[in-house]
């Protein structure tokens, strides 16, 4: 099966240009300005063509948990873009051994994803020799994306405490990623302040020059800036939304690390445009209403289905470059987390590609979104830049609100 996509807006993190990209084999087999002949041909005129989005950051709850699985959260992903998603350990058992990790991955091979995945591994006070085997320096080939270090309660219970733990652990590893909240702090401040953010990725410095460490979803300029040495990610909804929100929201907008303040989200975007950020990621993390309905309701919301929607329109509206979105969306996860023929349009890469329509405007309804949970904290925003077209391994996954029965791959770390 071929595909042709006629005469669209290429976007690179490098270059825009006008191209045909023709798709054989699952693979970019070459991209011209001629004629190629292809089972399938579609006009992307006026439209963009960009890579599939890399979701460094989703939590798709199975094994384990009711507000998501790999099938719904696979349609929410490629009905918003995204090709390839990393999925977080903090699941019922939790991936923190081989033994759990091995049997999550046949869960996920048995479900209908049609998304391409692969896992972070969770870091516990005693599994380092677990960790080594999954993502040590010396593997080849490791298994998982990262050793995902959890230094504040979240949803899970996964917690790291012990700095020597964390030290070894990034000696050890090919790639950490911490969620940096300092729990002394958050037990002594249970609104969970910036300072806890601060603090944490204080005490992380130390260890900037023994391995490579990511620290997930900063909420500040004064946090991305501290977090020079290390990689970066911001996510969609503190780059949007404020705290202002949770007087209309109330638990629905309860996240860890929490919303700030307006002048903080407005310093995200200083640090987007700076180079202070390398990527951008979901944090999908769903939950049920009827648990965000409860006064002590979990933390995270839904995000993996409106973030390339939300980032287009921002790019659109010129708040940053459309190969700046390439860079923090496609190519730079992929980098970062080794993913091998993934995030860029070139030849031989794999055919993971999104066409988007920079004309179409929608307003954000979670009726019209495939979540598990039916809730978005975006509910009813006017938002212009939607994927019409998301292709996965060569193969049509999702066209004009159809999904189409394609399997997703574990990716191959490099
Ligand atoms: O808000 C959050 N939700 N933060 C986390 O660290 C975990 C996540 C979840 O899994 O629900
Ligand atoms: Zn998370």
Same mark, same amino acid.
């Given at each position: 099966? +071929?595909? /042709? ?6 976007i690179?993190h490098?270059?825009i240009?006008?191209? &045909? ?21 579609? &006009?992307? #005129?006026?439209?963009i063509?960009m =890579?599939?989005v ?26 918003g873009g ?8 903090? &699941?019922?058992?939790?991936? !923190? ?10 869960? !996920? ?8 995945? $692969? ?17 040590? *320096?010396?593997?080849? *080939?490791?298994?998982? %994306? ?9 949803? $899970? ?9 964390? #030290?070894?652990?990034? *000696?050890? +590893? ?12 958050? #037990?002594?401040?249970?609104?969970? =302040?910036?300072?806890? %953010? ?6 992380? /410095? ?12 900063i909420t500040s300029i004064?946090?991305a800036?501290?977090? +020079?040495?290390?990689?970066k990610e911001v996510t969609p909804h503190h780059l949007f939304l404020n705290? +202002? ?14 919303l700030r303040d307006e002048k903080d989200r407005l310093s995200l975007w200083e640090a987007l445009n700076n180079n202070l950020i390398d990527y951008i990621a979901s944090?999908? %993390?769903?939950? /049920? ?14 995000g993996?289905?409106t973030m390339l929607p939300l980032m287009m329109n921002a790019a659109l509206n010129k708040l940053i470059s459309l190969q700046k979105l390439v860079e923090l969306m496609c190519y730079n =996860? ?6 091998? &023929? ?14 988007v329509?920079r004309k179409l405007e929608r307003?954000v ?13 975006y509910?009813?925003m006017y938002l212009k830049g939607w ?28």
């Open positions: 099966m +071929s595909i /042709l996509i006629k005469n669209g807006i290429v690179t490098k270059e240009f006008n191209a &045909n990209i023709f798709i054989k084999n699952g693979k970019i087999h070459s991209i011209t300005k001629d004629e190629v002949k292809a089972d399938i041909i579609i &006009n992307a #005129e006026d439209k063509v =890579p599939g890399i979701d460094a950051h989703v939590h798709f709850r199975q094994p384990g948990g009711k507000s998501e699985d790999w099938e719904s959260g696979s349609k929410a992903a490629v009905a995204v090709t390839t998603v990393i999925d977080m350990p903090n &699941n019922i058992p939790p991936t !923190i051994t081989i033994n759990n990790l091995i049997k999550k991955k046949e869960i !996920i091979e048995k479900s209908n994803t049609l998304v391409n995945y $692969g896992l972070h591994f969770g870091v516990t006070e005693d599994n380092l020799e677990e960790v080594k085997k999954v993502i040590g *320096r010396d593997l080849k *080939r490791p298994l998982v %994306a990262s050793a995902k270090i959890f230094m504040a309660k979240s949803t $899970g219970n996964l917690l790291v405490r012990n700095l020597n733990v964390i #030290e070894n652990v990034v *000696r050890s +590893s090919k790639l950490v990623t911490v969620h940096a909240e300092d729990e002394e702090i958050i #037990e002594k401040f249970p609104s969970r =302040p910036k300072l806890a %953010a601060i603090s944490a990725i204080s005490k992380l /410095l130390p260890f900037a020059n023994l391995g490579k460490i990511c620290i997930l979803h004064e946090e800036k501290l977090a +020079s040495p290390f990689y705290s +202002s929100i949770l007087s209309k929201l109330g638990n629905y907008a309860k996240v860890n690390p929490p944090d999908h %993390a769903p939950h /049920l209403k009827e648990d965000k309905e409860k006064e002590d309701a979990p933390s995270g919301v839904p993996v289905e =996860p992929s980098r970062i987390f080794g993913l091998k &023929n993934k995030g860029v349009i070139e030849v031989g890469a794999d055919a993971d590609i999104v066409i329509d307003k309804s979670a009726d019209e979104l495939h979540y598990k949970c039916k809730w978005t904290p509910e009813g994927p019409v077209i998301t292709i996965v391994n060569g193969k049509i996954a999702y066209k004009d609100g159809e999904f189409f029965q394609i399997k997703g791959n574990e990716v191959i770390y490099e």
